[in-house]
T-cell receptor, first 114, second 119 residues
Framework: AQSVTQPDIHITVSEGASLELRCNYS??????LFWYVQSPGQGLQLLLK??????LVQGIKGFEAEFKRSQSSFNLRKPSVHWSDAAEYFCAVGADSSASKIIFGSGTRLSIRP | GAVVSQHPSRVICKSGTSVKIECRSLDFQATTMFWYRQFPKQSLMLMAT?????????EQGVEKDKFLINHASLTLSTLTVTSAHPEDSSFYICSARDLSAGSEGYGYTFGSGTRLTVV
């Protein structure tokens, strides 16, 4: 069964600083990986996803993530954060099936220091 | 892009009553939808997989008789919380996959969620 670990519960970075949110997954086959963002009381918005091909994935809002099979990781990065990036970020993993569920990590709350 | 509409966004009900939450795919057909539950400051826990025209598949530990799921059409799944109690208060989110995503694979789109408060 697939699982996702986000080791950082809460991260605070200064506005304009770079950001990296960690995600490690466990899955026996090639995983489908996602990063979602959730603002308080809201649904989820997909930032980016990885299925195959180039291991560096570009997403919306200036985010990118790199799939590293050897490390079972899919870390999310942004070179310069904005105050509006403060939110909860979830990494998720799915399987190669048309009806497969996706499993979420515990989430990382991002705060931005002015 | 694919849009999933979830209603209501907020609902307050009395203990012992039932509440129905709707999840609609607005511009695509979804043979499969997913229902998640999220407690404050926690992650999303998958409750069940809703299958059009057949019974839902529940995750371990989720009470089937408490959380009734109906997926009567390719664009609508409903979650009914029966005989609700305060411990059922939570944020419920649905998700659907746009199969027309084709080679893009997982076109999962999430609804905006429903905040259920049982008093």
């Amino acid at each position: 069964a697939q699982s996702v670990t986000q080791p950082d519960i809460h991260i605070t970075v200064s506005e304009g600083a770079s950001l990296e949110l960690r995600c490690n997954y466990s899955y026996g086959a090639t995983p489908y990986l996602f990063w979602y963002v959730q603002s308080p009381g809201q649904g989820l918005q997909l930032l980016l996803k990885y299925f195959s091909g180039d291991t560096l994935v570009q997403g919306i809002k200036g985010f990118e993530a790199e799939f590293k099979r050897s490390q079972s990781s899919f870390n999310l990065r942004k070179p310069s954060v904005h105050w509006s990036d403060a939110a909860e970020y979830f990494c998720a993993v799915g399987a190669d099936s048309s009806a497969s569920k996706i499993i979420f990590g515990s989430g990382t709350r991002l705060s931005i220091r002015p | 892009g694919a849009v999933v509409s979830q209603h209501p966004s907020r609902v307050i009900c009395k203990s012992g009553t039932s509440v129905k939450i709707e999840c609609r795919s607005l511009d695509f057909q979804a043979t499969t939808m997913f229902w998640y539950r999220q407690f404050p400051k926690q992650s999303l826990m998958l409750m069940a997989t809703s299958n059009e025209g057949s019974k839902a598949t529940y995750e371990q530990g989720v009470e089937k008789d408490k959380f009734l799921i109906n997926h009567a059409s390719l664009t609508l799944s409903t979650l009914t919380v029966t005989s609700a109690h305060p411990e059922d208060s939570s944020f419920y989110i649905c998700s659907a996959r746009d199969l027309s995503a084709g080679s893009e694979g997982y076109g999962y789109t999430f609804g905006s969620g429903t905040r259920l408060t049982v008093v």
